[in-house]
């Protein structure tokens, strides 16, 4: 059936940490449709939607519980269960924190983070994933090397929010005109799957959310050929922390993850933060606020006596670490742990080689501001030393300088913030993929972070409600998707023109607006004191820590 590419879907409310909390838009289903498939462990039935013609499988455990001593343990394969499940449901989100609020990075916590009730609930059994394919009919004899291209989502949230039910993965097979099947993944958030420090490294595992998301690609590997989808065609596609773990899987174990588990890989606003080996100063006093919190400090067992302690004990000790970061920062974040992530994050970028044979980057044009108090005090000197607390003065003092014409002090630490967490290490990877790598920037005003999310989980309709614009843009990370090039159009109405490979002359392809409303899609090419500021904090990422 011809299937409509709708807008308005639904109600979509974007927030701060990019994600987005999206209502089920209205859907005829029909349950003599719906299909079940068998999986080693699990059978499960979906719910086929006979208005879009996809069958969506809501809830699939994809790891065991990861409570009691599973906590801080890496994931594991879950135990099988008999009958039929029914995958109709969106799974319970992960324990949800949040982001710093503090005017400076050493102030005490401040208390706790509120958040607005949201759909579903919170458990710690959340390691679950959404998986959407089109038609009704599975294929009979399943194949992990024949079917459709695979899009693998990762959320964003900092790596302390956001879950599955926010990123309808209907909205993307209707952009891809049902011709891949769409997987949508739950990881551990917070102080559940990023503590890190010497103890968790000797009894548990640090980066216990990056290895979820590790076992859920693997999961796909194994498993998506039953939704008739192809483990060889798999893209990785995440936006803020979701395409911070991007980047994170793409410099896994020093860049050669064996068996690949993904081909080409996408970032929305890449997220890289400070990345401090497992058991630097900052990690092992976030475990110790963790036992002040939990009353664990005197413990013979630390780690075992967090694994039992309350769940509500450790929430509001997730909350009240999450909210004593400098503002705008993140305390719950990926580690070096010399195992899964080997060395800092840009020294195997820089080395060149990476795991996924192609990428395919977009950024906003003011990534920072959303992560600056607009009303901030301190000098861009002074800025700069909170963000990243192991910068040398003459260094702090070199920022400053660089910033020094944009403007006034607030938005030059706007640009600060944006340009060294975000927009830089987008470059740097695009540098590593040469003649590999495609880049975008989203423009329309004010092109704040986040704010490109709405183009493509479109299930209400965005700021600029322009159908030929919106189709040029989420066609170009389908395109990309399914053939591996940017520029095979599965959409003759398509106004994107050819896009360069970013080596090109530094091309990147321009999506924005004119001021009478009309769509601008248009190669440009980076700006040159952009790529001046990025090449200064290339070289002091031992001190930033990236």
Known sequence: MMVPTLRGRGLLLASLWGTAVIASPSKVTDSSASPAVNLPYAQYQGTYNATSNITSF???????????????????????????????????????????????????????????????GTSEDCLFLNVFTPGSNLPEQPSSTDGLPVLVWIHGGGYDSGYAASFNGEDLMIDSHNQMVVVVIQYRLGLFGFLAGNEVKASGATNAGMLDQQFALQWVQENIGSFGGNAEQVTIWGQSAGAGSVLQHMVAHGGNTQPPLFKYAITSSTFLPSQYNYNDTIPQLIYNDALNYTGCTTASDTLACLRAVDVSTLQTANTNLASSAFY???????????????????VTIAGGKLNGELYMAVGNTHEGNDFVNQNETLTPVD????????????????????????????????????????????????????????????????????????????????????????????????????????????????????????????????????????????????????????????????????
């Open 58 to 120: 809501l809830g699939i455990r994809y790891a065991a519980s990861p409570t009691g001593d599973l906590r801080w343990a890496s994931p594991q394969a879950p135990a099988y269960v008999a009958g039929v499940q029914q995958a109709n449901a969106n799974p319970d989100m992960c324990y949800q924190a949040g982001y710093g609020g503090n005017s400076t990075a050493i102030v005490p916590p401040a208390g706790l983070v509120t958040r607005a009730t949201t759909t579903p």
């Open 383 to 546: 800025y700069a030393a909170q963000l990243f607390p192991d910068l040398t003065q003459a260094q702090a003092e070199e920022i400053a300088l660089l910033y020094s014409e944009l403007g006034t002090p607030v938005e030059q630490a706007n640009y600060i913030m944006g340009d060294s967490i975000f927009v830089c290490p987008t470059y740097y990877l695009l540098s590593a993929y040469p003649g590999r790598s495609w880049k975008g920037l989203f423009a329309i005003p004010p092109g704040l972070h986040g704010e490109d999310v709405i183009y493509y989980f479109n299930s209400t309709a965005p700021s600029y409600d322009n159908p030929t614009f919106i189709d040029a843009f989420v066609q170009s990370f389908m395109s990309f998707s399914m053939y591996g090039d940017v520029n095979q159009k599965f959409d003759p109405m398509n106004i994107t023109p050819y896009w360069y490979e970013y080596e090109y002359g530094y091309t990147e392809m321009l999506f924005n607006e004119t001021e009478s409303g009309a769509p601008v899609v248009t190669p440009i090419t980076t700006d040159p004191s952009l790529i001046q500021r990025c090449a200064y904090w290339s070289t002091i990422t031992n001190n930033t820590a990236q």
């Open 328 to 346: 705008g920062s993140y305390v719950f974040v990926p580690v070096v742990d010399g195992e899964f992530i080997t060395e800092r994050p840009s």
